[in-house]
């Protein structure tokens, strides 16, 4: 039946929602089934009686539409569309401002939204997705605990706040992003999500956001004002403008793939049945997220919204890259049209998702953007959990061991999660399993929101061993994440050891609505882990050092890494060549509870080895040396000095 619809109904414009001028706003909205359509205008978003209704009239291709002259700025709105004799009233599903909790829409001036300087900020470069660090964070988490004094604590203006220190001086908030040196900052859900009364943000509530209610407007818990839709726009325009005079380019996580509503939610109340997908033949929705729902991505104006809400960010907000959550629910042409369409608003933009679904879905498999399909979405990353698994074990069972924690890893697994899951030379079984052609596809991991965090992770799988034997293994993971082919992803306060602990010794492995006490970043452990965090510092830095850490192709993966045979047991090492600054880069693995002996035919530069790392010469080794127990090693051999004598006699 939809597929008629869309043949029948599409419509291409780019001028749904309300389009503001000085002297009138046009109210456009697409329901083609529906048997009446009315603008309502409300002084204030919180008003039980509109003060105007205006019918609309309808188009051939479908769209309701009112032409209100005079200066709507600041009104407040919602369309009643009426279905089967019954009306509905709703937010505009295209709605750019709203007023408190996303219930009605507001007619915004978004030129009133912009901070002073919007329009001069750099943004950053992305020549390859290989170059990005990618920093997973939250809103609330990252200023709400007591140990640091953000005047705007859980807002999006704690973002500009500069010079807060812990409280033992160490710098904290936007300052420690900076110093740790991630090019980007992947935000949480900051779309307007469905279940943080905003009326009530003074009583302690939390959610990660993966609950959608609006998709083009922010969340209004994170402003200072909730009730005026301008404010919530301003104060995430500052946050994102304050990250990008730091440098760092700002990742959304997008959430289309489903609604936090479904019978009562906007897209069922502007046109039933169509924004979801049904099983076939039924009247059944589909429930791919596990969350009730599933979004019909492929449906063509289902599509059209998707990507005209990205491109909305893109291009209004300056995002500079989305992660797409579940992002096995959306159908393959679609993302490749949005990453075509974004790709033409900002030739640096980075999109990259979770390459699987939440449960079954009314797709066919083929069609679905998963990780096994990642061919036919060539411009898209994916979460590697085969890299996350292979370094600390299963993901969702507490205590299956890793490679740095312990298991008996078989040593071509290790390689092949290195060398970005692209295929190998060396590798002869990888070739029939990789299933990307590019390293700018392979994300790779050991932590993120979902799941333990990798500290709790080890005290699950490690209860014996000591707290510095841990932290070694913790520091072998993020080595492991830093010096290898592909995306590399981290956890905002991983780098400090992360730890979700419940009650009674137990740990939170899924806290979406758990209190900040559980949640919140700890700032305090930046100073009690200093070392820890040092090392993830250094290995950023001798990341982006290096060219040879993040090759973008295939090829020169293939050309320039060349594993290590016969080595102890269990240790994995390699060669890496084709580097911009050193002749020579090695690097080993060194899983085992003890000590091993290697030895280097000519003298070598280190940068890294178990307890430091970084782009200075530690130390140098020739002859005989060591690699610690769960510890790797980073030696770099310079290119040869350039012949100056000939110069030098041309001076004397
Ligand atoms: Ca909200």
Redesign the pocket.
């Known amino acids: 039946m939809f597929a008629e619809i869309d043949e029948k109904y599409k419509y291409d414009g780019n001028d749904l929602g309300a389009v503001y001028s000085k002297n009138s706003t046009v109210f456009k909205v697409w329901s083609p089934l529906a048997e009446d359509a009315a603008v309502l205008l409300y002084h204030k978003c919180t008003d039980e009686k509109p003060f105007r209704h205006m019918p609309m009239k309808k188009s051939r291709e479908g769209v309701w539409s009112k032409v209100a002259n005079g200066d709507l700025k600041g009104v407040y709105y919602t369309y009643q569309i009426t279905h089967d004799s019954i009306s509905y009233e709703t937010i505009d599903i295209y709605a750019k401002a709203s007023g408190v909790?996303?219930i009605m829409g507001m007619v915004v001036d978004l030129d009133e939204t912009d901070p002073a300087g919007w329009d001069k900020q750099t943004r950053p470069e992305l020549k390859s997705y290989t170059d990005a660090v990618i920093y997973e964070l939250h809103v609330r988490d990252f200023s709400i605990d007591k140990s640091v004094n953000f005047c705007y604590k859980g807002r999006f203006l704690a973002f500009v706040e500069k010079g807060l220190v812990n409280e033992a001086g160490d710098s904290a908030g936007i300052d420690h992003i900076k110093e740790l040196g991630v090019t980007h900052v992947q935000l949480m859900p900051c779309f307007?999500?469905?279940t943080?009364d905003?009326a009530d943000v003074h009583r302690p509530q939390f959610n990660w956001g993966y609950d959608p209610?609006n998709y083009n407007l922010p969340?209004?818990?994170y402003a200072t004002n909730p009730y005026d839709g301008k404010v919530r726009i301003y104060e995430f325009k500052r946050l994102i403008q304050s990250l990008h005079n730091a440098g760092i380019g700002v990742i959304m996580d997008v959430v289309y793939n489903h609604t936090y509503a479904t019978a009562d939610s906007c897209f069922t109340k502007t046109f039933p049945k169509y924004y979801y997908r049904q099983w076939q033949d039924t009247e059944y929705y589909s429930n791919g997220s596990g969350c009730g729902n599933e979004v019909a991505t492929e449906r063509y104006m289902v599509r059209k919204y998707i990507v005209d809400s990205l491109c909305y960010w893109a291009k209004e907000y300056k995002i500079d890259g989305f992660r797409f959550d579940l992002m096995g629910l959306y159908d393959n042409e679609t993302i490749n049209i949005i990453y075509e369409k974004l790709h033409e608003i900002n030739p640096n933009i980075i999109i990259y998702g979770e390459g699987w679904t939440g449960s079954d879905a009314a797709i066919p498999y083929e069609q679905r953007a998963m990780k096994l399909n990642a061919r036919h979405v060539p411009h898209a990353g994916f979460f590697s959990d085969d890299f996350r698994d292979t370094v600390k074990g299963n993901n969702f069972e507490n205590r299956d061991r890793g490679y740095v924690n312990g298991a008996p890893v078989n040593e071509d697994f290790v390689r092949e999660v290195m060398c970005g899951r692209v295929a190998h030379p060396q590798i002869p079984n990888l070739n029939k399993y990789a299933w990307t052609d590019t390293p700018q596809q392979t994300v790779n991991y050991v932590e993120a929101h979902d799941n333990l965090t990798l500290w709790d992770k080890l005290s699950y799988t490690n209860p014996t061993d000591s707290i510095e034997t841990r932290m070694q293994m913790d520091k072998m993971a993020a080595a492991m994440v830093f010096l290898s082919q592909g995306i590399p992803f981290i956890q905002a306060g991983q780098e400090f050891l992360r730890s979700k602990p419940l009650p009674g010794g137990a740990f939170d492995h899924n806290s979406y609505k758990s209190p900040d006490i559980i949640n919140s970043l700890k700032w305090n452990r930046k100073t009690e882990y200093k070392n820890v965090c040092d090392y993830y510092k250094g290995l950023i830095a001798l990341r982006k050092d290096h060219s040879a850490f993040r090759f973008p192709d295939r090829d020169s993966i293939g050309q320039n890494l060349t594993y290590f045979s016969k080595l102890p047991s269990r240790v994995v090492g390699f060669s890496l060549k084709g580097d911009d600054k050193l002749q020579e880069i090695i690097v080993f693995l060194n899983p085992n509870n003890y000590e091993i002996n290697l030895f280097a035919f000519e003298k070598y530069n280190v940068y890294a080895d178990g307890e430091r790392a970084g782009t200075d010469i530690l130390y140098t080794v020739e002859g005989d040396y060591k690699v610690a127990p769960y510890s790797i090693i980073v030696l770099g051999k310079p290119y040869p000095e350039p012949d100056t004598s000939e110069g030098d006699n041309t001076n004397t």
């Open positions: 909790n996303g307007d999500y469905a943080v905003e209610m969340e209004g818990s």
